[in-house]
């Protein structure tokens, strides 16, 4: 496994995900969102390097857990390592939710294999970048109403965008 730059994690959320989550913080964004909840991970040059193998043995350390979130930052940007990552949480059969401040569309256009490898292996994709005049705190997993949260196994065996439906 790889490294990944973190901004920090949190072993047990409820608010990153359906159930409860290990979320990782990832470091680096490029959007810089007004109003955006964790500025301090725009700073590509900040955070900490751990290795994916440490996060994976915190995963696999709390039996509560049923998913992986990855939030940001933008994870996008560290796509390939979180891709195996996400790999190694669904060989033990948790989910991944990653969050995004881009839409699908415009991941699906990058033509990156590793943007790709990491969209393969998320379950739900809540994405589009937060927009404070949208914002909206009855919304489930998402901040603005311009959000969507995508199913992604459902979007892949359609070829349609399917929202997930408990939000």
Known sequence: MASVKLAGTVSDSIVDGAGIRYTIFTQGCPHHCPGCQNPKTHDFAGGLEMDTKTILKDVLGNPLLTG???????????????????HEVHAHGMDVWAYTGYT??????????EV???LDEVDVLVDGAYEESERDLTLAFRGSRNQRVIDMKKTRETGEIILWQDA
């Open 68 to 86: 992986v979130t990855l939030s940001g930052g933008e994870p996008f940007c560290q796509a390939a390592p979180l891709a195996s990552l996400a």
């Open 104 to 113: 699908l569309e415009d991941l699906q256009q990058k033509k990156a294999c």
């Open 116 to 118: 790709d490898a990491l």
